[in-house]
């Protein structure tokens, strides 16, 4: 793939600093070519299964939302949270257009990317290492092994890997 060929980045995020740090990034590489920007946010199945298990034990009310309901909400969440972070991205002309899914981060993500039409992703890592990249693998060391497109990884400079 050519440069020139770049239309749609790719920014997953998981509403931490990281995640926004990388996204400074994916704004610059999506202002130069013109492309749009894909945030995107995956609400894993298992938060969801016990965040309802725990309000049941503490006898709360449990909303009744359905998946399209919390996506929905999600993708609002998104819009705000890139929006606060990023006060200035309409002024580069670049389209954002959020998204979210239920399940596993890994496949979403690659989803994501036959589903939109992704030329990029742009990520934050944690920076696991040693027996803990081992044993609980990463995201983004998962995406990059699969994907079909490039993925860049941003570590902020200056933060410890995770032992």
């Known amino acids: 793939m050519a440069t020139s060929e770049i239309k749609t980045v790719l920014a997953p995020t998981d509403f931490s600093e990281r995640s926004f740090y990388a996204f400074d990034l994916a704004i610059k590489i999506a202002s130069c070519f013109k492309a749009r920007i894909i945030p995107f946010h995956v609400i894993p199945q298992e938060q969801i299964r016990f965040a309802r298990e725990i309000m049941i034990e503490q006898k709360f009310t449990v909303p009744g939302y359905s998946e399209e309901e919390l996506i ?39 989803d994501a990317v036959r589903a939109y039409q992704v030329d990029i992703i742009v990520m934050g890592t944690h920076g696991r ?14 995406v990059v092994r699969h994907s079909p497109v490039p993925v860049t990884t941003v570590k902020v400079p200056g933060d410890p890997a995770v032992p």
């Open 72 to 110: 929905e909400r999600r993708k609002e969440k998104i819009i705000k949270e890139f929006e606060r972070h990023f006060p200035d991205y309409k002024k580069l002309n670049i389209k954002v257009e959020a998204h979210a899914a239920f399940g596993n981060p890994v496949e979403k993500i690659l």
């Open 129 to 142: 290492a040693g027996i803990n990249l081992a044993l609980i693998g990463s995201v983004a060391e998962k």
